[in-house]
């Protein structure tokens, strides 16, 4: 006769009996634009159907030229970009020159893929895209992988995030109505953005708005990357949410 097993007095929470109860849930999105990338993401991490945090920083530059942004299991994710940004400098300060583009996506691939045995565990998966300059081309891209590293590349833009697959159309109509946005200038590239955001905010419970909170972004052009400042972000965020 089997016997029952004994009642644990600890409270059981969603994380003992579901290995994928993590911080996790976003809406990142790399856009091309006239002179370089521009980069968004919200600030929203979420466990389950729980807000976690709304100040989370879903952006990070791994140094002047390669910016990423992460999507999924928010501790893990920023554990292996804090590992990445450290290789790109180690290399630097031993070979004595930057890491070519094709190696530090490949390095970044090679991250990915070490993680795939704990995200098929449904722990620590994460999906980054990143925006990347090439010196030597004088070129501009935005990748995005695939949880075992595969590596893909699109001219104008990449998004991920629970609140990715909302918008996914829309940035192709907004390239056939307003043209390829490498092809238009940083204030109207920033623009569609924030509205892509605003939408995806709208429709994932897991994305959080900027009614409250400014979104991330980062530009990255031929002279570095940086954020763009407060006052136009908060300028361009108004006039959106006053429409």
């Given amino acids: 006769m089997a016997v029952p097993a004994l009642e644990s007095s600890r409270p059981v929470h969603a994380r003992d009996i579901d290995p994928a109860f993590e911080v996790h849930g976003t809406t990142v999105l790399s856009l091309r634009f006239d002179g370089g990338v521009l980069t968004l ?4 991490a979420t ?3 729980l807000i976690m945090y709304d100040q989370a920083e879903k952006i990070m530059a791994l140094d002047d030229r390669t910016v990423v942004a992460i999507s999924g299991a928010f501790a893990r994710s920023i554990e292996v970009c804090r590992f990445l940004k450290h290789s790109f400098k180690y290399y630097r300060r031993t070979v004595l020159q ?3 583009l094709e190696g530090k996506l490949t390095e970044i691939s ?4 070490g993680n795939a045995p704990m995200a098929m565990q449904g722990i620590g998966l994460f999906l980054p895209i990143v925006a990347a300059y090439d010196p030597k081309k004088d070129d501009f891209g935005v990748y995005f992988f695939d949880g075992a590293g595969a590596r893909f590349q699109n001219g104008s833009y990449a998004c991920a995030g629970s609140g990715s697959e909302r918008i996914r159309g829309v940035f ?3 390239a056939r109505q307003k043209g390829r946005f490498e092809t238009r200038p940083m204030g109207e590239v920033l623009e569609d953005g924030l509205v892509m955001l605003d939408i995806a905010a709208d429709l994932d419970s897991a994305t959080g708005g900027f009614n409250k909170t400014l979104p991330v972004t980062r530009v ?4 570095g990357n940086r954020e763009i400042p407060e ?3 908060r300028e361009v965020t108004s ?3 006053s429409r």
Avoid: F, K
């Fill in 231 to 233: 006052v136009t972000l």
């Fill in 172 to 174: 192709e109509y907004i």
């Fill in 110 to 113: 090679r991250a990915l893929a």
């Fill in 239 to 241: 006039q959106i949410l």
């Fill in 41 to 44: 993401a919200d600030r929203r």
């Fill in 47 to 49: 466990a389950g159907n």
């Fill in 220 to 223: 990255l052009d031929r002279h």
């Fill in 98 to 100: 930057e890491m070519s």
